[in-house]
């Protein structure tokens, strides 16, 4: 891997483009250098806000943990450390981790490198942004519900959510449990395949970490879609808004068959489809509240006063989270209530099910999965939200199959539409990264993509 | 026609592990508050679960020692609600699959022996300790965590004696698991007790909870007490409010804690961080298989081989220390029940004395097998053996003891003839009146002939001859 940048310089850098992009929440002041001789040696790296860096302070982009300085250190930052890496910020995110756009942080919005009034996407855009504005080469995320490889397409990089259970979420301020996945952002495959190798891996203290070995997916990558069966997911790509992303995502199309790939269309009853939406946000809504129960301005985060404990804890409460996310806590504790749990929450994991079997069977017919990431490039700030109760199209948030499944899923550019990047989503069963990674480096030589952003990092 | 009295306890224990249900800091009580916590324990965000293995492995012990069906799916749920003593904001618990259910345990009171059903056995863990003072309230996390089994029965008791005798049996069974310490007066075992009151057993009546009670001892006067209530206030036509309520020994009454308005949605569903783990067969197998011997079982045993009455055997049962130190003398006497007076009756007291009990008894079972042996076989008297008894504690050998006294008993015939003789020629008025059939007179004597012998005659001997000699005159 290599770096544009040193650690020291990489922080001036993420500095130097606050004005403009506003993606980062703590910066390291000197980042020091790191002794470990590892594959990452001297790699500065930039880690979403919610991933616990001891003596770092790691808020989530929430106020309530405006103050929240962890005590240990997530495995991955052990891992990245150990590697030789240096963390050089934090970056920003929607509310710890709920939103698409990335407007719902305490710190403001930030802002799409390639055209500073548009959304990054979110959650993961502060990282989105410094990889693509090539501040660092590595930038760490999570993807709950494609909170990694949205921005990413958004921002014309490379964000790869591997398998469930691929890489620890020790020490990952969690959203939705059954959901979350620790991803990352890079430029281009091989980094991507680097940097898994040197996430990955058990961990006992997250009991569903794999125990599975953790294959050289850098040493063993070989582009190639030769022989491979690409199922071309039809139900979202008929959908694409734009023509010249149309043509842009036929083309590679072809491309791939060109070079050898078997190309089979898949598709999925729109029904099921629409489901997709409802389902995330039941269940994602309902984990959050419990998992967010932790913070009452007690033992850490910012206190509120009050006249008892009870005030305590509903004063900072109250005061600590956005509404946005306080009506999210709501519609989550609602679908737990008992006399609600099984016409929502529990209706809502059947059809999870049924979601992930129809899912599966797709891959009956194909090793990967191609899709647009979205359908249309990143939204001006001012015209989006993620407040849009009921208005959910399945082609936006179809790529929430693969949180559903766990499959490895990636996204990668394509092209420009009006100076935006839009992307493509590659997803593979379980465990299947280097068949992945293997099609996504074919890709990356097919597509060589060469652009690069009006704020990049000097 | 009274009112019948419906019971069902909720038992909380904690697990004798070394570290906590889900994280590695050490288990202890009475540490210097918030020093064995970790961040899993406070709950700081990034924090996740890992289930101890060995609490695991006590449960089952638990479920087993309970005659529980055991659920080798092992399953977490969350139990939601806020209280500045729960450090997540939830509790891991096991809500829709617990570990063990359907069991029973068997007690014993006046009335007999009886089954109560346990309906289901579960793990989870336990909050942290709040004391409320007048500077404001101070939360100890080191309990936060703690692996516990909480133990539901059925509504199966009807008496105060029954609720006592149920945790008594508890206890004692997962005493002898080696499960949990088992200390009401620490609270590594708290009950809580359910009562209800109605005529008719089919439609129960309104239930009131009573927490916090120390000692087995409250648990009889506890629910004795709120038994009389209710009653008295049906009687007086009140209506029983759903209610939590203490035990004040002072006042040997309940008091109201608080009411409870509704229940509580805790919002339950699985603990998504904790995948459903399948146990080994194999490994539950041996488990069960080499559970200790329950105490049930070894009131059996103790009826059947000694020969010992129910009672001395469920006194030297329940305090298993007692009941180990009893079958260490057993090793070397053959006089059961005399070694059973000896160790209930003046071990016990000079234990007490000195400020001790069976786990810190300092007694030699064998010197003590050896000195019950000694007055069984009508060496020593019993008096003498109260002598010999005291310099046995302080570590004396007491075949020693007898000798340097010298306190052989005397069982000759002829020396004790010749004493007896001499006190009826003496004692002419007792004489008569035994012959008027006054039978104190035989005690008077006997005291007399003892008195003679400086108290070393062996009194039964002396008892037989001199009824014999009694009757020649």
């Known amino acids: 891997m290599n770096s544009k940048f040193s650690a020291k310089e990489a922080a001036k850098a993420i500095e130097a483009l606050q004005p403009e992009l506003n993606a980062a929440v703590t910066i390291v002041e000197d980042p020091q250098d790191n002794p470990n001789q590892g594959p990452l040696a001297g790699i500065p790296v930039v880690l979403k806000d919610n991933i616990n860096s001891k003596g770092l302070r790691t808020t989530a982009s929430s106020k309530i943990l405006d103050n929240y300085v962890p005590v240990y250190d997530a495995t991955i930052v052990e891992k990245l ?279 599966k069977a797709l891959f009956e017919k194909c090793d990967l999965i191609l899709a647009p990431a979205a359908v249309d490039v990143a939204p001006l700030i001012e015209e989006s939200s993620d407040v849009r109760f009921g208005q959910d199209r399945f082609e936006e948030e179809h790529m929430q199959l693969a949180n559903f499944s766990g499959y490895p899923s990636l996204t990668m550019p394509l092209g420009l539409a009006d100076g935006l990047p839009f992307g493509i989503n590659l997803t593979a069963p379980a465990f299947e990264e280097q068949n992945l990674f293997d099609a996504a480096a074919k890709i990356e030589e097919i597509i060589d993509w060469k652009e690069e952003p009006a704020c990049l990092a000097k | 026609m009274s009112r019948e009295v419906t019971i069902g306890i909720e038992i909380h224990c904690e697990l004798k592990t070394k570290t906590k249900m889900f994280s590695g800091a050490p288990v202890s009580f009475g540490a210097q508050a918030n020093t064995n916590t970790s961040v899993i324990d406070l709950g700081h965000p990034g924090t996740l679960p890992c289930v101890n293995r060995e609490a695991v492995r006590l449960a089952i012990k638990a479920c087993a020692g309970l005659h529980c069906t055991i659920d080798p799916l092992v399953k977490f749920d969350r139990k939601n609600y806020y209280y500045s003593d729960l450090p997540k904001g939830f509790q891991i618990t096991q809500q829709f699959h617990p570990i063990g259910k359907d069991g029973y345990v068997t007690i014993e009171t006046e009335d007999g022996k009886k089954n109560v059903r346990i309906e289901r056995i579960h793990m989870e863990e336990d909050t942290a300790k709040q004391f409320h003072k007048d500077t404001g309230t101070y939360i100890d996390f080191n309990r936060a965590g703690t692996p516990l089994v909480e133990i539901v029965s059925r509504p199966d008791m009807h008496s105060a004696a029954e609720a006592a005798a149920y945790v008594e049996a508890l206890r004692r069974t997962l005493f002898y698991l080696n499960v949990s310490d088992v200390k009401m007066e620490e609270g590594s075992m708290r009950c809580d007790i359910n009562i209800s009151l109605s005529y008719d057993p089919e439609k129960l009546g309104t239930k009131v909870e009573i927490k916090n009670l120390n000692s087995i001892a409250n648990v009889q006067k506890a629910v004795q007490a709120e038994i009389e209530r209710q009653n008295a206030a049906l009687d007086a036509g009140e209506e029983i409010i759903q209610s939590t309520r203490r035990y004040d020994e002072p006042s040997k009454q309940t008091v109201l804690m608080r009411k409870k308005e509704g229940t509580v949605d805790y919002k339950y569903f699985p603990e998504p961080n904790i995948f459903p783990i399948r146990l080994d067969q194999a490994w539950i197998d041996s488990i069960v298989n080499s559970l200790e011997e329950l105490p049930e079982q070894r009131l059996s045993r103790f009826e059947k081989d000694y020969g010992l009455s129910s009672y001395d055997a469920t006194v030297l049962v329940n305090d298993r220390d007692m009941a180990d130190f009893y079958e260490e003398v057993m090793k070397h006497t053959k006089a059961a029940k005399k070694a059973a007076n000896w160790v209930i009756g003046d071990l016990s007291a000079w234990l007490n004395k000195n400020g001790l009990n069976f786990a810190k008894n300092p007694a030699d079972p064998k010197a003590i097998a050896r000195l019950i042996t000694l007055i069984e076989d009508g060496s020593i008297s019993g008096k003498q053996g109260k002598v010999v008894f005291e310099e046995v504690m302080k570590g004396a050998d007491p075949d020693q003891v007898i000798k340097e006294k010298g306190m052989i008993q005397v069982s000759d015939d002829g020396a004790l003839l010749e004493m007896i003789n001499k006190v009826l020629d003496e004692n002419p008025k007792s004489i008569e009146d035994f012959k008027n059939g006054k039978n104190r007179a035989v005690g008077f004597l006997m005291g007399q002939v003892m008195k003679a012998s400086k108290g070393q005659a062996n009194p039964k001997k002396a008892n037989q001859l001199l009824t014999q000699e009694l009757s020649k005159r």
């Open chain 1, 81 to 359: 450390t150990n590697a030789g890496a240096v963390i050089v910020a934090k970056s920003s995110m929607d509310e710890l981790g709920m939103g698409g756009t990335n407007r719902n942080a305490a710190t403001g919005p930030a802002a799409n490198p390639w055209n500073t009034a548009h959304i990054t996407g979110g959650s993961s855009g502060g990282s989105a942004a410094l990889t693509a504005a090539e501040t660092v080469p590595l930038a760490i995320g999570t993807d709950t519900g494609d909170s990694i490889r949205k921005p990413a397409a958004y921002c014309g990089v490379i964000g790869v959510k591997p398998t469930y259970g691929r890489i620890s979420r020790y020490g990952i301020i969690p959203y939705a449990s059954s959901l979350d996945t620790v991803g990352f952002f890079t430029r281009n495959i091989p980094d991507a395949a680097l940097a898994l190798e040197v996430l990955a891996g058990r961990d006992d203290h997250d009991m569903t970490s794999s125990f599975l070995p953790v294959p050289n997916y850098a040493e063993d990558l070989k582009p190639s879609v030769e022989g491979k069966n690409i199922g071309v997911f039809r139900t979202v790509s008929d959908r694409i808004v734009r023509p010249e992303m149309k043509e842009a995502f036929e083309k590679l199309v072809k491309d791939l068959e060109a070079a050898g790939a078997k190309i089979v269309d898949v598709t999925m009853d729109e029904k099921l489809m629409n489901l997709i939406a409802p389902v995330y946000k039941t269940i994602a809504n309902a984990e959050a509240t419990a998992n967010h129960s932790n913070l009452d301005g007690i033992r850490f985060g910012v206190r509120k006063p009050g006249a008892s404990v009870e005030e305590v804890m509903t004063n900072s409460r109250t005061a600590g989270f956005s509404s946005y996310v306080r009506a999210r806590f709501v519609i989550g504790s609602y679908s737990l209530f008992e006399e609600n749990q099984d016409r929502l929450f529990r209706k809502a994991q059947k059809i999870r099910r049924l979601l992930v079997d129809a899912y």
